[in-house]
């Protein structure tokens, strides 16, 4: 029988802007060794936030005196820009979006309110590489409605590209079961303790997450966006023998028990995490399976 419990002991893609607090101070003619490389370094930021200023229609004071619009025709042109660009990236996405919607019928039609909520979070999204997933999530609402929810779209949204990887590194770590609705990060296994093996060295053993470039801090930024939880949970074997069916990026993981009162660690996926995992393609890291089995071999056998 598996029991899954909390753990009693504590769980161990383009942004351009940079600080441009800078960029508008004079340089100095006493300048250090160093300042050459400084003064460099500044007026990138000042070229880069000329740059944003320029795509954001807010560049207008920056012109001549005598070349300035007035203000009020400035402010309706960002309007037309913003509204502009918003359409643009929206197309571009549903487009991205028709290449994954299957030929099939599907029975359920589309909330109409769901994608009025979807166009509202997703307008602002220009990165290609983000509305390629934002793309994604819309195909697989059409195709299958109710896959994602609108706190999942919300999470989705606030998510830097930097962090989206992260989500698939993770992701990447994962087993599942079968129907993928619970995700777990397996982060060791143990015995619990008796009088034949309470001073056995390997009673407890640890899968190292960090060698594949995952670590607790890396966890806390995934729970800010609700997608882990930041509290180790077990899976248990309660007899010798007893089995957890589990796949690992598509295959299949039989993990079977040698001793009794076994029990694996992981960082569980929330419910907004597994279904944003949807978004993330099966790829088997090969190497990190074959750690994974090695830490948990003491404990464990695998079919």
Known sequence: MNNEKTSNTPA???????????????????????????????MSAQVQLLN???????DGSLKPADKQMPIEDRSGRRVRISHLRRQQNMEK?????????????V????????????IELAERVSNPAMQELWAKI???????????????????????????????????????DSNKKNIRIITGCYQQPGLLNLFDSKREQHVGLSQFGFNYGDVLTLAEHHLV????TELETSS??????????????????????????????TPIGAELAQLIADKPDNQFLEHLKAQLSHHYSFG
């Open 52 to 58: 944003l200023a320029k795509l954001f229609a807010l």
């Open 93 to 105: 996405i549903v487009e991205k979006s028709i290449h994954y919607c299957a030929g099939d019928q």
């Open 138 to 176: 819309l195909a697989g609402e059409i195709s299958q409605p109710g896959s994602f929810s609108l706190k999942a779209l919300q999470a989705f949204k606030n998510m830097s590209l930097h962090e989206a990887k992260l989500f698939g590194k993770a992701c990447a770590l994962a087993v599942s």
């Open 240 to 269: 010798s023998g007893g089995v957890l069916n589990l796949k690992y990026n598509g295959l299949p993981l039989a993990i079977k028990a040698k001793k009794k009162r076994c029990a694996l660690t992981c960082y569980k996926l």
């Open 12 to 42: 161990v893609i383009d942004a351009d802007v940079d600080n441009s607090a800078s960029a508008s101070k004079t340089i100095t003619t006493q300048e250090q060794p160093n300042s050459q490389s400084k003064k460099s370094s500044q």
């Open 107 to 118: 029975a359920d039609r589309t909330d109409a309110d769901w994608f009025d909520s979807f």
């Open 229 to 232: 939880f930041t509290q180790e």
